[in-house]
Nanobody, 121 residues
Framework: QVQLAESGGGLVQAGGSLRLSCSASRRIINSDVMAWYRQAPGKQRELVARISQDGVTEYSDSVKGRSTISRSYAENTLFLQMNNLKPDDTAIYYC???????????????WGQGTQVTVST
């Protein structure tokens, strides 16, 4: 059963824009935290942006000012709008969700399968 499904990746020229989408179940879209991570070839997976249940956002320095994360409860979808894309943004982008399930802080997490973003010069 697919819990998170990314879409919107593709090939774009430097300076262009992409909007990534992550379709989630109704239960998962209400997660405490949802986020976008990315992994470039030969590199570790890194946080791109995250959003709390009440809409507080956080961005990595590498995308700050160029990207916007948002969550639509009506559409059960997490978005990442990326502008002024650079070749260094080339990576597989993953959707992530985390919910704390008890008072001890144990959490349930979910990952999507990823969507490839390639930025050409």
């Amino acid at each position: 059963q697919v819990q998170l499904a990314e879409s919107g990746g593709g090939l774009v020229q430097a300076g262009g824009s992409l909007r990534l989408s992550c379709s989630a179940s109704r239960r998962i879209i209400n997660s405490d935290v949802m986020a976008w991570y990315r992994q470039a070839p030969g590199k570790q997976r890194e946080l791109v942006a995250r959003i709390s249940q009440d809409g507080v956002t956080e961005y990595s320095d590498s995308v700050k000012g160029r990207s916007t994360i948002s969550r639509s409860y009506a559409e059960n979808t997490l978005f990442l709008q990326m502008n002024n894309l650079k070749p260094d943004d080339t990576a597989i982008y993953y959707c992530y969700a985390r919910t704390v399930v008890n008072v001890e802080g144990a959490a349930v997490t979910h990952w999507g399968q990823g969507t490839q973003v390639t930025v050409s010069t």
